[in-house]
């Protein structure tokens, strides 16, 4: 919902539910299989001047989510090889581990977010340059199942900064005095950090002396190219309606996401 509050200002609230369904695959296997869910929340700002703007999002959210991931590791034969005594140690068969471990895992985050842009207004066509700082604070727990290679941990936090310049070119349709159809496209690169950090132990580890942390550390694709498309009805007595389209490509990223929204002005 949004709603003006003077000549330049708009403020307005979201809130949104995501489902999640995702595989991960390499080489014809399956790596894992994870389904959850995600409710988020934000409050809204716009700023506008001639052609230029400011967004303004700040707000968070939780999700849940489980699945099951793999971890087999084949049996591998180990030859020791001679001693300095000159004796010939006998091979070893080293076992394997378990095929697969499920999951739990629940997150949080907060996060803000601002763009600067301008509009160009070329008759019924619009070009929109703009660039966008992200920051995100997130916290991730969960628990495994399954085998010695299953990993737990508890409350790993971490923070995120991305920028992303991007350009969005679109036209706007009229189809009556009061309501009008818009189409757009775009395209952006995200520089981001480039990793963050979880702390947890392996369940094999569970029994050592101290029951010592390990520290995982993953890779975050940067730059990460995202597109975007979608079509929007607006002023039909102050609701709007859109259809959308965002995908982000990687090294490691595949992401492709619709979604469909309802806007009420006041």
């Known amino acids: ?14 809130i949104g539910r ?42 968070g959210g939780t999700g849940s989510f489980r699945g099951e ?24 068969l080293l076992d394997g581990i378990g ?25 019924a066509f619009y070009l929109q340059p703009t660039i966008q700082f992200d920051a995100r604070w997130l916290d991730v727990s969960g628990k ?17 900064y991305a920028v992303t310049p991007a350009l969005e070119v679109g036209a706007d349709i009229p189809v009556s005095d009061i309501a009008s159809f818009r189409i757009y496209g775009k395209a952006g690169v995200e520089f981001s950090t480039k990793q963050w950090e979880i702390e947890g132990r392996f369940a094999a580890a569970e029994n050592l002396p101290g029951n010592p942390a390990l520290h995982l550390t993953e890779a975050i694709d940067s730059p ?17 309606l859109a259809v959308r389209y965002n995908g982000a490509f990687g090294e490691t990223v595949k992401q492709n996401a ?4 309802l806007k009420v002005s006041f």
């Open 18 to 59: 995501t489902e999640y369904d995702s595989k991960i695959g390499f080489n014809g296997d399956e790596l894992s299989d994870t389904k959850g869910e995600s409710w988020q929340a934000y409050a809204l700002a716009k700023y506008e001047n001639n052609n230029y703007f400011v967004d303004v999002a700040v707000g």
């Open 69 to 92: 991931r793999d971890t087999h590791i084949d049996q591998v034969g180990f030859i020791p090889g001679e001693t300095l005594d000159g004796v010939y140690l006998p091979e070893e």
């Open 99 to 123: 095929n697969s471990v499920t999951y739990k895992q629940d997150s949080s985050q907060f996060s803000g977010s601002a763009r600067v842009g301008m509009t160009r207004q070329m008759g």
């Open 144 to 160: 495994e199942e399954g085998s010695v290679a299953a990993f737990s941990f508890d409350g790993s936090d971490n923070m995120f």
């Open 224 to 240: 990460l190219y995202r597109v975007g498309a979608g079509l929007e009805l607006n002023g039909v007595n102050g609701v709007g």
């Open 1 to 14: 919902m949004t709603a003006e509050v003077g000549h330049n200002w708009s403020l307005g609230a979201t």
């Open 258 to 261: 619709v979604s469909a929204s």
